[in-house]
């Protein structure tokens, strides 16, 4: 079993940054897909970003490309979104996922094939 946890978001000014962690605990997520997902009030989640088991793939949403990265350390077993000139319509709760099975830039951008969900953090960007 895998439990993950993410940390870092926060109140925020538009054009401003912050960088989520996720933690996973358990055993290795080293060989698992991690993505980021979304979601806003009244809205559905939507994916965000994700990565490849060792890193070397990632997909983004349209709306983030060129404004977050996705990373990972699987020597920490975390992995990391760096978020830069946030926009209010960025403000949602932020959840880390975890496939078990393998990357693929579409694929992985559904949330019915991750495996592991985090309770998610909560990012506000004030215009």
């Known amino acids: 079993q895998v439990q993950l946890v993410e940390s870092g978001g926060g109140l925020v000014q538009a054009g401003g940054s912050l960088r989520l962690s996720c933690a996973a605990s358990?055993?290795?997520?080293?060989?698992?897909?991690m993505g980021w997902f979304r979601q806003a009030p009244g809205k559905e989640r939507e994916f965000v970003a994700g990565i490849s088991s060792r890193g070397g793939s990632t997909a983004y949403a349209d709306s983030v490309k060129g404004r977050f990265t996705i990373s990972r350390d699987n020597a920490k077993n975390t992995n990391y979104l760096q978020m830069n000139s946030l926009k209010p319509e960025d403000t949602a709760i932020y959840y880390c996922?975890?496939?078990?099975?393998?990357?693929?830039?579409?694929?992985?951008?559904?949330?019915?094939?991750?495996?592991?969900w985090g309770q998610g953090t909560q990012v506000t960007v004030s215009s």
């Open positions: 996922a975890a496939d078990k099975t393998v990357f693929g830039s579409r694929r992985s951008t559904y949330a019915s094939n991750y495996d592991y």
């Open positions: 358990g055993r290795t997520v080293s060989d698992y897909v």
